[in-house]
């Protein structure tokens, strides 16, 4: 089975920096895309940043411009750099990657990290 191996949450104080990783072990797919969501309690999980193959990077506007993610295709491993740390940002981040098929897909999911950001 392919399993999802996140790391490197903790607690910061706020303006300070993580970088959380990804990683990929098992029968391991080629993915189309990698990412990273959150969910705070009693909020909804949401997109904060992905990257496909290609290198194609999308992220919630809430975070643009203070995280970057990044992507080793060998290591089949993405990485989130998180600046600028704000206390909304506390969540737990869940990684996630799929590869698509013809008319579906195979998608997995980390068990999440959590991050906390202190005032």
């Known amino acids: 089975q392919v399993q999802l191996v996140e790391s490197g949450g903790g607690l910061v104080q706020a303006g300070g920096s993580l970088r959380l990783s990804c990683a990929a072990s098992g029968s391991i797919p080629s993915f189309n895309f990698m990412g990273w969501y959150r969910q705070a309690p009693g909020k909804q999980r949401e997109l904060v940043a992905g990257?496909?193959?290609?290198?194609?990077?999308n992220y919630a506007d809430s975070v643009k411009g203070r995280f970057t993610i990044s992507r080793d295709n060998a290591k089949n491993t993405v990485y989130l750099q998180m600046n600028s740390l704000k206390p909304e940002d506390t969540s737990v981040y869940y990684c996630?990657?799929?590869?698509?098929?013809?008319?579906?897909?195979?998608?997995?999911w980390g068990q999440g990290t959590q991050v906390t950001v202190s005032s």
């Open positions: 996630n990657a799929w590869k698509g098929l013809t008319f579906t897909k195979v998608e997995y």
């Open positions: 990257i496909t193959s290609t290198g194609t990077t």
